[in-house]
């Protein structure tokens, strides 16, 4: 395998950097990026890109409540109180939420 700047951004991403997805202010997916399986999940059913309804039982209220204040606030929003579950064990997560109101095309994600 040859390692290419694309190939290097890939590993590096998938260990080290942290999870993120973009939602609009109706908690719609646009994007995703990052080692995602540890937080979200794909329910039975009908598809969905409502992020709410993807995220781990665990996080789903604690996102909820930090993307509010985001929103209110208008400020960046560290919960740093969260867990999920995986492989039977609760490990520690931090959500932390952004408000992209600054970037021109922004307002609302």
């Known amino acids: ?33 990052g080692p995602l399986v540890n937080y979200l ?11 709410t309804h993807l995220a781990r039982p665990d996080l789903r209220e604690k996102l909820r409540v930090a993307s509010r204040k985001a929103i209110a606030d208008k400020r960046v929003v560290h919960e740093n109180r969260a867990r999920v579950l995986r492989d039977g064990h609760y490990v520690p997560c931090t959500i932390t939420v952004q408000p992209l109101s600054e970037l021109h095309g922004a307002e609302g994600l």
């Open 1 to 33: 395998m040859q390692l290419t700047p694309d190939v290097m951004q890939k590993l590096l991403a998938e260990d080290f950097a942290p999870a993120s997805v973009l939602v609009n202010r109706k908690y719609e997916v646009l994007s995703f990026r």
């Open 41 to 51: 999940e794909f329910p039975p059913g009908e598809p969905t890109r409502n992020l």
